[in-house]
C-alpha cells in the first residue's frame, strides 16, 4: 500500500551559517619579545572578535601569514634587537648563540637563518600550537593560525624533534577543541623567504584540505593562492572555503591590488565548487620589514551584495581592523 504520508520530497538540507573572520593583524616586535607578550596579543584579538560576533563552533577565525615566525625573538636580549633592521636583528642574534647556532648548522647542513630557526624551533612550535589551541578551546571555535617557520617533526619518547634540516612555511587549523586537524605548508616561496629566512618549499602532493563540522577548508599560503597547481589541488580535494593567509612585504598599491585579485578572489569566480574565500593581511612594521594590505571575504559575484564579489573588506590598507561576514553552506 502507497504511503499517504510520505514528505521526503520536500526535505531539504540543512543550510548551516558561520561567521567568517578575517584578522588583519597588526605585527610588531613587542608582541613577539616573550611568551606572554604574544599570548596577551592573541587573546586580546580573540577577545575582541568573541565580543563583535559571539564566538561557537560555528565561526570560523583567521590570522595572517607569518603570524608566528617572529617568535624566533622570544627570549633574546633587549640590546640584540635595538636596531631598524631585520637582517642586523638576525646577525645579532646568530653571534649571541654562535656556538649552538653553529653546531645546529653542521649537524643538519642548514645556513645561519634556518639553523637559528632550528635552534629555537621546539620554544617556537610549543608557544604558536599551545597559544592558539588554548583560544580555540576557549572560545569552542575554529581557528587558522596564520602560519610560522618551523621544521616538520617526529616524536622521540614524548619529545618533538626536528625531521632534518629544512624549515618551512608552515600552518596549523585548530578545531573548537584546540585540536590540530590540519597542517599546510607552502609550496610556492617569494624572495625573501629562499634569500634571507631560507625556508624550503613544500612538495605539492602535500596540499590537502581539512574537514570541519560544517564543511571542507583549503589553506593556500599567500603566493600558492596565485599558482593554479595548488588551488586546483584543493579544488580536487572538494574543498568549499578558500583561506589565503598573507603577509605582502611590499608597498600597497592600485596596481598590486589588481594583480591581488588574481588569487583568493579569482578562484573563488572560476571554481564552482569554491562558495567562499577569505584573504587576512599583516600591517604593521617589524624592523625595516613593513606588511600592507586590504584584507577581504569574498563569494562568487552572483551571491555579493554589490555584484563585485566582496562580502567584506578592510577600510585601511596598513591598521589593524577585524573583518567578518556571514557565510551560509
Known amino acids: 500500500m502507497e504511503d499517504r504520508w510520505d514528505i521526503s520530497h520536500l526535505l531539504k538540507v540543512r543550510r548551516v551559517k558561520i561567521d567568517a573572520v578575517a584578522v588583519q593583524m597588526e605585527f610588531a616586535v613587542g608582541h613577539y619579545l616573550n611568551e606572554k607578550a604574544f599570548r596577551e596579543k592573541i587573546s586580546q584579538v580573540m577577545k575582541d572578535i568573541d565580543g563583535m560576533v559571539g564566538l561557537n563552533e560555528n565561526s570560523i577565525v583567521i590570522f595572517p601569514e607569518d603570524v608566528g615566525t617572529m617568535l624566533v625573538l622570544m627570549g633574546s636580549e633587549k640590546s640584540l634587537l635595538e636596531t631598524d633592521k631585520l637582517a642586523d636583528a638576525a646577525g645579532r642574534m646568530v653571534r649571541a648563540h654562535l656556538f649552538k647556532v653553529l653546531g645546529t648548522r653542521l649537524k643538519c647542513r642548514a645556513g645561519w637563518a634556518p639553523s637559528l630557526f632550528l635552534l629555537k624551533s621546539k620554544m617556537m612550535q610549543r608557544v604558536y600550537v599551545d597559544t592558539f589551541s588554548e583560544v580555540a ?24 624533534i626536528p625531521l632534518d634540516g629544512n624549515v618551512y612555511n608552515t600552518s596549523y587549523t585548530f578545531d573548537p577543541k584546540g585540536q590540530i586537524i590540519g597542517v599546510q605548508r607552502k609550496v610556492h616561496l617569494i624572495d625573501i623567504e629562499k634569500r634571507q629566512l631560507g625556508l624550503k618549499p613544500a612538495e605539492l602532493d602535500e596540499i590537502s584540505v581539512f574537514k570541519t563540522l560544517w564543511g571542507k577548508i583549503g589553506v593556500a599560503i599567500c603566493c600558492d593562492c596565485f599558482f593554479t597547481d595548488v588551488v586546483e589541488r584543493l579544488i580536487q580535494g572538494k574543498a568549499e572555503i578558500l ?52 584584507s577581504s571575504i569574498v563569494a ?16 585601511s590598507y596598513n591598521r589593524e581592523e577585524i573583518v567578518t561576514a556571514e557565510l551560509a553552506l
Open 243 to 294: 583561506i589565503q593567509p598573507s603577509a605582502n612585504p611590499e608597498a600597497w598599491t592600485e596596481k598590486l591590488a589588481e594583480e591581488w585579485k588574481t588569487g583568493c578572489w579569482q578562484s573563488v569566480q572560476k571554481y564552482k565548487t569554491l562558495k567562499y574565500g577569505i584573504n587576512p593581511m599583516a600591517v604593521g612594521k617589524v624592523f625595516d620589514l613593513a606588511f600592507e594590505g586590504f
Open 300 to 315: 562568487p559575484m552572483e551571491k555579493a551584495p554589490d555584484r563585485g564579489g566582496y562580502l567584506a573588506t578592510a577600510k
Open 137 to 160: 578551546r576557549d572560545y569552542s571555535t575554529h581557528i587558522i593560525a596564520g602560519s610560522t617557520a618551523l621544521p616538520k617533526f617526529r616524536q622521540v619518547r614524548g619529545e618533538w
